[in-house]
Each structure stands twice: as C-alpha cells, then as structure tokens.
C-alpha cells in the first residue's frame, strides 16, 4: 500500500500525478507548505487552501485514508468517496477540529474522492499522506484448460451423463481444479462456470471426450486475491450414429425380447422423450425396433416351419 506525503514532487506543482508500478494518481491542486499541518508539505486545492481538491485513481483500488485539516469549524467540510462512473458512495464530514484522519474501503472499488468545503471554514484545509490500497481486481469465471487425461485428478466424479453440477473453491495458493470422470460413449459437454458471489461472472465452452475415462481441468490466469467459491454445470450428449445407437438398443433389449416381457408401446414414448432434440433419428430408431420385434416374434417356432 503506497503512502504519498506530497514531499515526492516540488513545492509549487500543479495537479501533480504519482505514479506507481501499477496504478497512477491524479489530482487537482498544488503542493505547497502548511504552518498548521506538523507533517508539511501538503496537497492543497489553491494557494489559499479554499479550493476543493480531487483525487482520482487510474484504477479501482480497494481503500484509502488520509489526514485532511486544520479545520476550525465544526462539520464546514465535506469528504466525498466516489465509485466506478464517479457515483458517490460515502460523505463524511470533519466532526473535529484540527488535522482528522479518514478512512474508507469498498470491495467494490473506489475512483477517487474529493474535499470540499460546504459552508465556512475559516483557514481553509489541505490533505496529508494518502495511503491507497490495492487494486481491485475483475475477477474472472475459472474456463476449460487444455485436455491432458495424464493429469492426476483432484477428484473424481465418476460416470457422467445428462445434465449436473459441481461446487469447488480456488483462492491465492490454488488456481486450478482437475476433475476425472469416465463416459460410456464419445461425447460432447457444454461445460459453464460461474462465481457464487456473482453468476454474471461465467464462461462457457463445448468440448468433445472421448468414451471412458477423461479429465477437465478449470483454471485461472490470476489467483483471486481472496477464496471463491464457484460452480460448474455440465451436459453431455452422446454422438453415436444412429445406426450406432440402433445396434445397442437392440443388444441391450435382445434379453427382453426372447423373454416376451418388452413393451413396445412403452419404449416408444421413453425413446422420444430420450431423443426430443432429434424426432427424425428417433422415429428411425423406433421403425428399426419395430421391426427387428416383429421379427424376432416370427421366430418364436422355428422359422421357415410348417404352421
């Protein structure tokens, strides 16, 4: 946290500008001594001390607090913090005489503030080091690093299909998450992250796997300054052919149909349902069952015999 006591730049200097590694600060007034102030030199808004001063950040910063006085009348100055867009967020007021110290954070951020006097205050007032605090940084939706299924999963969430989510937590020492999971098919999943403190705050991606077992990696390019706790949904859809998904509805159901006990009518609706996105490879799905049932029921006496 940089303090400024006015004594980097020239006495004289007019809107002086401090810059850092950073950020810069900008303000309105001049640098200039004061009798009344044990830590002279200061920032004034004039040579007379009745001007208002401005201070403005290059950056949203998390914190402030400065001396500012000598004042003589009780609540004569105003103290004006200001967020992003220059809205006012905070005004205090000098409930004291002499030099006042005042303070003032916002996780939000701050752009600036300014003093200024709103009814009389006799000598006028000037500000002493200024401390600003760190940037406040926009924080990102952890995203989708590269597939490497060598990377030994954090944890492991077993078979994956449909729709679902996970809850995790990344922070200062940790910036990436890897998570195993085992598909019974190639799939695609739509993979979206968020923050818990803001939703806005999101990335989404698709991203083709694979069948059996793949890692996701979620990953940040800047530690938060802070844990947060963020979510990840997922969707997977599985991309076999329809002749695929053809093959294996028959093979799976085959015990059922030798068996007499598989409902036709029935499977007709769950395999639309299943296929909602899709009725044309549904209804070729259901004609190829159709068939293959009726076949498979011809065949209950030996086929080609005699009736």
Do not use: H
Not at 121 to 150: K, R
């Amino acid at each position: 946290m940089p303090t400024l006591s006015f004594s980097e730049q020239s006495l004289g200097t007019v809107n002086p500008i401090f810059q850092f590694d950073d950020f810069s600060v900008y303000t309105s007034g001049l640098i200039r001594t004061d009798s009344a102030n044990p830590t002279s030199p200061v920032l004034a808004g004039s040579s007379d001390f009745s001007s208002p001063i401005v201070v403005y950040f290059s950056e949203m910063v998390e914190s402030i607090a400065f001396d500012a006085g000598y004042f003589d009348n009780l609540g004569s100055t105003a103290i004006s913090i200001f967020g992003a867009g220059g809205v006012e967020i905070q005004r205090f007021y000098n409930d004291g005489y002499g030099i006042e110290n005042f303070s003032f954070s916002s996780l939000e951020g701050i752009e600036g503030f300014y003093v200024r006097a709103e009814s009389l205050e006799e000598a006028g007032f000037a500000i002493d080091n200024l401390t600003v605090g760190d940037i406040v940084q926009d924080l990102q939706s952890p995203y989708l690093g590269l597939q490497n299924n060598a990377i030994i999963a954090e944890r492991q969430l077993g078979y994956l299909n449909g729709t679902g989510s996970i809850n995790d937590t990344l922070g200062l020492n940790d910036v990436s998450d890897t998570f195993g999971f085992t598909l019974e098919g190639d799939a695609v999943i739509t993979w979206r992250t968020y923050l818990a403190s803001d939703p806005s705050v999101s990335y989404s991606t698709s991203r083709s796997y694979g069948s059996g077992y793949n890692v996701a990696s979620f990953e940040l390019d800047e530690a938060y300054p802070n844990s947060e706790n963020y979510i990840v949904t997922y969707d997977v859809s599985f991309t076999g052919t329809v002749d695929g998904l053809l093959n294996d509805l028959i093979n799976d159901s085959l015990a059922d149909w030798l068996g007499n006990v598989f409902d036709l009518q029935a499977f007709k609706f769950d395999l639309i349902n299943a296929l909602a996105d899709n009725p044309a490879n549904a209804v070729k799905i259901i004609n190829g069952i159709a068939n293959t049932y009726r076949a498979s029921r011809i065949c209950d006496r030996p086929c080609g015999s005699d009736r």
